[in-house]
């Protein structure tokens, strides 16, 4: 069985940051994701998703995402429920997410600090998962860049590769 799911938006508003009575911090925020197609109307719609992520990745949502900042999130689905003031039964579906990429600079959204990326964007914020699982493809080493480099700096030139470099 699988449950992974991949989103690509924009925050709806800032992140909330709270501790349970334990002291492990949490975050929530809602991403707005654009559904592929347009309305009769011609109008483009969004789902809005809600995400929580937890521990060290919580603080660090918390710090650096900002209301419409372009941002990808990994994780799973996870559906709860409870009972309401009221006595009625609420189903809750939200993306628990371990894995969260900043996908703009400050520059490109503007106005607050980015201390992670060095303000070049792309910053990996991808620990802190409330499983506890670490995820190992940070520490890739096949990448030669730094965290701060732009992937795109030679964006429109053409690219030296030979066909031995390519897997296929």
């Known amino acids: 069985m699988l449950n992974r799911v991949i989103l690509i938006g924009r925050l709806t508003k800032d992140p909330e940051l709270r501790y349970t009575p334990a002291g492990v911090a949490v975050t929530q925020f809602t991403l707005a994701v ?3 197609f347009s309305s009769q109307g011609g109008e483009r719609e969004a789902d809005f998703i809600p995400v929580v ?4 990745l919580a603080e660090t949502c918390a710090n650096y995402l900002r209301k419409g900042r ?3 999130v ?3 689905i996870q559906v709860r429920n409870y009972e309401n003031n009221e006595g009625r039964r609420v189903y809750v579906t939200e993306v628990i997410a371990d894995n969260v990429r900043f996908l703009e600079s400050n520059r490109d959204s503007g106005g607050y600090r980015d201390d992670m990326g060095g303000g070049s964007g792309g910053a990996n914020a991808n620990y802190g998962a409330p499983s506890g699982n670490s995820n190992a493809r940070s520490n890739n080493s096949s990448y030669s860049r730094g965290p701060s480099a732009d992937p795109f700096s030679d ?5 030296d590769i030979s066909d031995d470099d390519l897997p296929f």
Not at 53 to 56: A, P, S, V
Not at 155 to 159: E, H, N, Q, Y
């Open 53 to 56: 992520t937890w521990r060290q």
């Open 74 to 76: 990994e994780g799973r």
């Open 70 to 72: 372009l941002t990808a």
């Open 34 to 36: 654009d559904r592929p």
């Open 155 to 159: 964006d429109g030139k053409p690219i």
